[in-house]
């Protein structure tokens, strides 16, 4: 392995399937996917873009789950394996000192991420309107809710899993009340979970790719030795609608809204049935992964149109040679 990862412990149980011989591919996807399907609860209407982590030798998430009367909520979920799931029918309810902050409206596309001593969850939250809403937690049992860290409209909140300079850091993408058809992500910083400011443009869509029209954070970044590596998602228009891929950058250690690097090809885009046939057809949202310190192996939890989620494979290494060979 070339690049060192930092700030996160070896995790050889992750799951794993080699590069299927022949493949040039520089993500692959599980053989069995999809890991945990639409109708996983008698009452799921779909269940994708969640968030892992391990936990306790074993494996955490808050997964996001899309009921039959169509409300987006937001589950604990366990496993062994990180392949078969529990998810727990009852959605969060997060403990939260302000009424008006903890009145949940509606909760989806969560991120998890442990910070110092505890873990972080930021989702798109209901406050008049899409914004991100933060979370801390121990046991995923009792979620304690902080303030939205933004006015609405504003999605795709990613933290970072160290502090920054001193400070909390988070990408986020600020946005409008419907499909929003821009989009660039922004960094800003906090002193305390609470006050973010600081506010820094990193990178907006890209015209004439897979990414032309607006672009948003995905997983936690990983810290290596080369830089922040940020998997995100991006968004072109095509006359049947927006087609969701993700791709790949480099963001500067100390100061991630530079970019260090940024590859032209998507990383992933969608291609399977269970990728272009369900109820967004033609989506790919990543928004997790389980990475082994050691050997670089990183396993991708995204979903899967609007339905489903998968999981596919790659290493640190392979996604940051493809940076350093082919960026903007
Ligand atoms: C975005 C979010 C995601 C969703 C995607 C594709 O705006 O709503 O949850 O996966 O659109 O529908």
């Known amino acids: 392995m070339k690049t060192k990862i930092n700030g996160i ?3 050889p149980n992750i799951p794993w399937q080699d590069r299927p011989a022949g493949s040039s591919e520089i993500v692959w996807r599980y053989s069995n996917n999809p890991v945990v399907p639409r109708d996983i609860l008698p009452f799921s209407n779909s269940v994708f873009n969640s968030a892992v982590v391990p936990y306790n030798g074993e494996f955490a998430g808050v997964f996001r789950v899309d009921n039959t009367i169509r409300q987006m909520r937001l589950h604990r979920a366990f496993s062994r394996d990180a392949l078969k799931w529990t998810i727990d029918p009852q959605p969060l309810q997060f403990e939260c000192d302000d009424p008006e902050v903890g009145n949940f409206v ?11 001593d505890r873990y972080w969850v930021s ?16 046991d995923f049992k009792v979620f304690h809710q902080h303030e939205n860290a933004f006015l609405p409209f504003n999605r795709n909140g990613v933290l970072f899993p160290r502090r920054i300079n001193g400070h909390y850091a988070m990408i986020s993408r600020p946005s409008d009340s419907g499909h929003t058809p821009f989009g660039d992500i ?18 907006g869509p890209k015209g004439d790719s897979w990414q032309y029209t607006k672009i948003g954070g995905g997983p936690v970044p990983l810290e290596t030795s080369e830089g922040w590596l940020l998997i995100y998602h991006g968004v072109l228009q095509s006359c049947s609608g927006y087609v969701y891929s993700a791709g790949v950058a480099l963001l500067d250690l100390e100061k991630p809204w530079k970019v260090i690097g ?4 998507y990383i992933l885009n969608p291609r399977t049935l269970y990728e272009c046939v369900g109820d967004v057809p033609n989506v790919v949202f990543p928004c997790a992964t389980l990475c082994d310190s050691a050997t670089g192996r990183l396993a991708i939890y995204y979903g899967a149109a609007d339905t489903v989620v998968a999981l596919a494979f ?3 290494d392979d996604l940051i040679d493809l940076i350093k060979s082919n960026s903007w």
């Open 314 to 316: 790659t290493t640190v």
């Open 186 to 203: 922004f960094y800003s910083e906090s002193p305390d979970m609470h006050y973010w400011g600081n506010h820094r443009w990193v990178m």
């Open 106 to 116: 509606y909760g989806y596309d969560p991120r998890v991420v442990w910070i110092e």
């Open 262 to 265: 940024r590859a032209k090809p």
């Open 123 to 138: 989702w798109c939250n209901y406050y008049h309107g899409p914004t991100i809403g933060l979370a801390w937690t121990l």
């Open 9 to 11: 412990p070896p995790l």
